[in-house]
């Protein structure tokens, strides 16, 4: 079968931000892995079968030794085709509402009309995710939206990150933005 390569792409910015509001940890502008999930639910859109769009945000551990390969080889990015989950997911994910996410004008800029570009904004309020014990932070180190399709989860991308260790006093937002 010839795969078609569409000019999809993402990216991601990451706000730690502490009790006071002051900023800990800001990632700026960072790519971000299109999964062939996020095909999938076009495509039930286009065919009017049962797709919903994007609906939740999870986040997750990842894996502690990708710690020390990210200052000279990062661990490797998602496989596009084969990824289809976190490697260590936190298992409540949060829900999405309508007023997360935008239609982004050619500047980036939030409009009102369909656009071919989305924003996502969803903050990580104080006490989640839940600190590991006996740690009195969670280790972050990934993150995906799912869309349902059928009634069933599908990732649409997926991020890897270096460890973002967020107490239960901070608040973490979450900007992601895709371009179709």
């Known amino acids: 079968m010839h795969r ?3 000019s999809m792409r993402g990216m991601y910015r990451d706000v730690l931000e502490n009790s006071e509001g002051e900023v800990l940890h800001d990632s700026g502008w960072q790519s971000n892995t299109i999964v062939d999930g996020c095909r999938l639910l076009l495509a039930g859109f286009m065919k009017n079968d049962a797709s919903q769009g994007l609906q939740k945000l999870y986040v997750g551990e990842g894996k502690e030794e990708w710690d020390a390969q990210w200052d000279d080889n990062p ?3 998602p496989a596009p085709v084969t990824t289809t989950g976190l490697e260590n997911l936190y298992s409540t ?3 999405l509402k309508n007023a997360d996410i935008d239609y982004l004008d ?3 800029k939030p409009v009102l009309s369909p656009t071919n570009r989305i924003q996502i904004k969803v903050k990580l309020e104080p006490g989640y995710p839940v600190p590991l014990a006996p740690l009195k932070t969670y280790p972050l180190r990934e993150f995906g939206l799912f869309g349902v399709f059928d009634g069933k989860e599908f990732m649409v991308n997926c991020i890897r990150h270096p460890v973002i260790h967020k107490d239960a006093a901070s608040t973490l937002y979450r900007i992601v933005r895709l371009y179709f």
């Open 93 to 95: 994910g949060i829900v």
């Open 106 to 108: 050619e500047s980036d």
């Open 75 to 77: 661990p490797p990015a």
């Open 4 to 6: 078609i390569v569409a």
